[in-house]
């Protein structure tokens, strides 16, 4: 209790004053980014739609957006998701969404994102839906 408040509370406080934080990781020839924080509008948005871009520019063609700890999505959020998807899409590539929770996913649900792009809970499978129908890793 720093603040008089209970630790989980300026937890929670904490993480929703910080924005948007990516990390990036490749599983095969798969470019996973790990959101942390909110991705609205402004520079959080601006980071996520400038990484997502460059990725794009430097052939990464399998995306997946890791949401979990994404506390918070907006319109600039989802234009830069959509484009995204778009952009890949018209190039052979795709880009699919990982454990989206909470109000997050009660955004994307409503404005039907979730009916559109594959959306997975489970990292392996989400990682194994890139690869064609069909294809086995066993010898």
Avoid at 34 to 63: F, M
Avoid at 88 to 93: C, D, K
Wanted: a positive charge; glycine letters at 8%; proline letters at 4%.
């Amino acid at each position: 209790m720093v603040s008089g408040r209970p630790a989980a509370e300026d937890e929670l406080l904490e993480r929703a004053i910080v924005g948007l934080q990516i990390s990036i990781r490749e599983s095969g020839d798969v470019t996973i980014l790990d959101l942390q924080g909110r991705a609205t509008i402004g520079v959080d948005s601006d980071l996520l739609s400038s990484h997502l871009q460059k990725l794009i520019a430097n052939g990464a063609r399998k995306l997946l957006l890791n949401l979990a700890n994404v506390t918070q999505l907006d319109s600039s959020g989802i234009s830069a998701i959509t484009a995204t998807y778009v952009s890949l899409s018209r190039q052979g590539g795709s880009l699919k969404l990982l454990r989206p929770c909470g109000r997050v996913r009660a955004v994307l649900r409503v404005i039907r994102l979730l009916d559109i792009v594959p959306t997975f809970e489970d990292e392996t499978q989400a990682v194994a839906s890139f690869r064609p129908r069909g294809y086995s890793a066993r010898p």
